[in-house]
């Protein structure tokens, strides 16, 4: 093929000319606007939500009059009704989370352009109809979970299946993201240097759990809505992160590991009400502010990608862009873990059953466009370098070979807003709290999430009497320790090590519920063909990446070395365990799609 040389696309945006000059693009040489490519994927994914999602809702159906079950089984915990905006900050923030930092910025191994693609179609085609589906499948069916709504529609054999899956898929989260947050807090560097950042994000976070509650217990007692409770929000996000510069929290790594697990078990059994939809609706602020202050940073300094656009099929690791893209980038692309959210908790929580297309599928579009704000920054850093815009101790900090995805992110918007006039040692703590803040909500999300799929699978049959074992087993605060112990162990491998697998389990968890989902809809008569090509695509993807993982731990074991016994046996035994549970649950659920009339 001749390459492509020295094309010149011309664009006008906001009365800017932009002239994108693209040399040996195929070859991996490319430079592309980073303002021009953020306003097309807005514009994708905008017009996707218009035609698209609305498409979907006319297919499948709602009913504005329908009672939902948050209406219907009201209880003050779990079921709650809640205005559609604070389900929507709650669905975005559990979602969000590290993923849509972290996956594109290690996927750019082959280049952002595969990066960027595959978060355009993963996001409108796979990931939004999936989250979209499970909230819309769980309302219909009062407020059940997805191993509940594989139950009535398949068996009680696939529910119990499902539940044991989610709950080693979300040890592995809470292993990956624990690992991350305790990290970004670390305060005090190897040499014993003080890192303020990081401890000033670390105090804002302790202060955050404890405003949020207080902001709990008052919206209880004030039924306070509209510009009021947001102005109320803000003033105490402002309020957090001045108070947080000015006293720093100073503590090592493996001292904020013990915190972060103490906070998510508390997380976990504590009423929806008093910490963690507040959290999420003041956490949604900071989401938006990260996001504003990125888009203004881009838009003032107006970037170029240099990165390459191509890197080869072949990363310098050794990894192949088939399997390895498709499971690097979840968040941003497709999670299983967002279905978890939409109907272990959000269902739960909708007043109205129009509320959920901007619930489900929007809130996964906006997160697509925070992936592609990521690539756009991070394809961006040797330029902003070389022109000025990140001085010299932030490049190499961003430009490291140890550098995080979350210190190359912060580090790039942090040289972007300093253009207008922001301190950057401000900059980069305010940013390296508001990354923290994304695993945090989702680290909270999935620990109430780990303790209910473990209650669900250890769940007897309606009218028979559970054993003295199983009451054990079952009570909230039993095995939410059981769940945390786990997480934990896992953890000790650090998010590198826990990553790949992390990806792998959470796309077969994907695979998984596009497959029960299908069997809802056409069980009830609904059409459920968009699900077909995302499913079998997904399930062929993870199970090649998993069959690597395990080939690779064993070589590890056998042929060259440096097996952990505490590290990659249980990652193996983890491992293992996540295919030959997606065997059977994709054997037992594809054959109920089948069969199915």
């Known amino acids: 093929m001749v390459p492509l040389k020295k094309v010149f696309v011309l664009a006008m945006l906001r009365e800017n000319l932009f002239i994108l000059y693209v040399d040996d693009f195929l070859e991996g040489d490319s430079f592309m606007n980073g303002l021009l490519l953020l306003g097309l994927s807005a514009l994708i994914l905008v017009v996707a939500y218009l035609f698209y999602g609305r498409y979907l809702v006319k297919t499948w159906g709602i009913d504005p009059k329908a009672t939902t079950p948050a209406v219907a089984k009201e209880d003050g915990t779990d079921f709650v009704p809640t205005n559609k905006w604070s389900v929507f900050a709650h669905q975005f923030s559990s979602i969000a989370g590290a993923g849509p930092v972290t996956g594109p910025v290690m996927a750019m191994m082959f280049g952002w352009l595969p990066a960027f693609l595959w978060v355009i179609v993963g996001g409108v085609f796979f990931g939004a109809v ?123 790594k493996t001292t904020w590991i013990y915190v972060v697990f103490v906070y998510i078990f508390f997380a976990s059994v504590t009423p929806m009400w008093l910490l963690k939809t507040p959290r999420d609706y003041l956490t949604t602020f900071l989401f938006i502010g990260m996001i504003v202050a990125a888009v203004i940073g881009v838009f003032v300094s107006n970037p170029t990608i240099t990165t390459p656009a191509f ?35 959000s269902s739960k929580l909708v007043e109205n059953e129009k509320d959920m297309l901007q619930v489900g599928y929007g809130s996964m579009l906006l997160e697509s466009l925070l992936a592609i704000l990521v690539i756009v920054i991070v394809g961006a850093l040797p330029n902003l370098k070389a022109s000025g815009v990140l001085d010299s101790t932030l490049a190499n900090m961003a430009l490291a070979d140890t550098a995080t995805p979350f210190t190359k992110f912060s580090a790039g918007v942090t040289g972007l807003v300093a253009q207008l006039g922001l301190p950057q040692s401000w900059g980069l703590c305010i940013m390296t709290m508001f990354v923290s803040a994304l695993a945090l909500t989702s680290l909270d999300a999935v620990a109430r999430i780990s303790r209910m799929s473990f209650q669900e699978f250890f769940e007897v049959e309606e009218g028979q009497e559970p054993s003295g074992l199983v009451k054990v087993l079952t009570n909230k605060y039993v095995s939410t320790i059981i769940s945390l ?50 499913m079998v695509l997904m399930f062929i993807v993870t199970m090649t990446a998993l069959v690597q993982a395990i080939y690779g731990i064993v070589m590890k074991l056998f042929v060259t070395g440096g097996f952990v016994l505490m590290v990659d046996g249980l990652q193996l035994v983890v491992a293992i365990l996540l295919v030959a549970l997606g065997l059977m649950i994709g054997f037992n659920s594809g054959s109920k799609l089948v069969k199915e009339k």
């Open 130 to 252: 999936q989250d979209f589906g499970a909230l819309y499948a769980s309302v219909k069916t009062e407020g059940k979970s997805m191993g509940q709504i594989i139950e009535k529609y398949i068996g009680r054999k696939g529910k119990k299946l499902f539940f044991l899956f989610c709950w080693i898929f979300t040890l592995i989260v809470i292993a990956a993201f624990a690992d991350m947050v305790a990290g970004t807090f670390n305060g005090i560097s190897a040499d014993g240097a003080k890192l303020a950042p990081n401890a000033s994000a670390a105090s804002i976070s302790i202060l955050y759990v404890f405003v949020a509650m207080a902001f709990g217990l008052f919206l209880k007692k004030v039924k306070l809505e509209g510009l009021p409770k947001v102005i109320l929000g803000i003033a105490l996000i402002i309020a957090m992160l001045a108070l947080g510069i000015m006293f720093p929290v100073y503590a090592t």
């Open 311 to 345: 890197a080869g099929f072949k990363s310098a690791s050794g990894s192949y862009i088939f399997p390895t893209l498709f499971v690097t980038i979840a968040c941003g692309a497709v999670s299983g873990f967002h279905s978890l959210v939409s109907s272990e908790t």
């Open 485 to 534: 112990v786990c997480g934990y162990l896992l953890s000790l491998g650090g998010y590198v090590n826990i990553w790949p697998l992390f990806g792998s389990a959470n796309q077969l968890l994907a695979a998984m519920v596009l497959i029960s989902l299908a069997v809802f809809l056409k069980v009830t008569g609904r059409k459920g063909f968009m699900l077909y090509i995302p």
